[in-house]
């Protein structure tokens, strides 16, 4: 089980709040597609109501969707995740944050999108964390070609997904998208704070890229990634990890066995949450 399952104590309460908040504003949509899960404003430093996107929760009780992450190729094929520039920004309240976000095919990307389940405490969440951005295997992986063909800590190379568009293991249809777990922005930091990170490859993201100004900037060659953080309760979903994940409507599907949530990572929507304030109080 992962370490930092559940947030701090302070943290969990919080979280466990907006959580039911999420229960009572579930059903509001728009024509958009945008669910607002919690309407309260975060006080202290970067927190509040963030749109993002999401891989569509489908079923389960996670009140939402897993945060995308943007990612691009460097020139030589490795992957990388997309992290804005950081800049001071002054509130009307006059005091001064430290935010990063930037403009992307027509979104808001913000790094707020991972501040929740702990990760808002962690030193590779805060907009002036300095990492390389690289993907790296994690050794967190019930996948067995990873197991075999990766090591842990390497930096996640095009190359080792050549078979995407074929790619089974037996756990839904062959074809769909060849999966890996990794880890972003870590290589340097406690375990603890780890953030893990799923990724897969498919021919649907290329279609879907091919169609959506949002998924052609934060999609690569097929590659899609997630923060790998259940928005239940933060344990760590796989897609096509798990025997049980059939059973559950999940086959083609990230499924969390713990209490059995499903998202799609092919269904990407437009959702809203109460971002957890980080700790420090730079304003
Ligand atoms: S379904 Fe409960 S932690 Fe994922």
């Known amino acids: 089980m992962d370490s930092d399952k559940y947030p701090t104590e302070s943290d969990r309460r919080r979280f ?30 970067g927190g509040g109501t963030v749109t993002y996107r999401a891989a569509k929760n489908t079923d389960g009780p996670a009140p939402r969707g897993l945060p995308q992450i943007p990612l691009e190729l460097d020139d030589e094929g490795y992957l990388k995740g997309v992290w804005p520039e950081s800049e001071e920004r002054e509130l009307d309240d006059g005091t001064t944050v430290t935010i990063a976000e930037m403009e992307l095919g027509g979104v808001t990307y913000s790094t707020q999108w991972f501040q929740y389940c702990g990760c808002q405490t962690f030193q590779n969440v805060q907009p002036d964390g300095e990492y390389d951005n690289y993907m ?39 074809g769909y998208g060849k999966p890996a777990n990794c880890t972003w922005r870590s290589q340097e930091v406690d375990s603890e704070e780890t953030l893990p990170i799923q990724i897969v490859r498919s021919t649907r993201v290329e279609e879907a890229a091919a169609e959506d ?9 097929g590659f899609i990634a997630f923060l790998n953080k259940c928005t239940h309760f933060c344990c760590i979903p796989g897609f096509k990890d798990s025997s049980d994940a059939p059973k559950f409507g999940a086959a083609n599907k990230s499924y969390c066995g713990c209490h059995q949530s499903v998202y799609d990572p092919f269904d990407i929507v437009e959702r809203s949450f109460t971002a957890l304030p980080r700790p420090d109080t730079d304003g």
């Open 16 to 45: 466990v709040k907006g959580v039911a908040g999420g229960a009572t504003m579930a059903a509001i949509t728009t024509a958009a597609g945008a669910a607002v899960e919690g309407t309260t404003t975060g006080v202290g430093s």
């Open 136 to 174: 790296r295997y994690s050794a967190n992986t019930r996948l067995d070609w990873q197991s075999e063909q990766t090591s842990i800590g390497e930096r996640v190379h095009v190359d080792q997904f050549e078979d995407y568009a074929e790619w089974g293991n037996g756990i839904g249809e062959d």
């Open 213 to 221: 100004e949002w998924l052609a900037e934060s999609t690569v060659d």
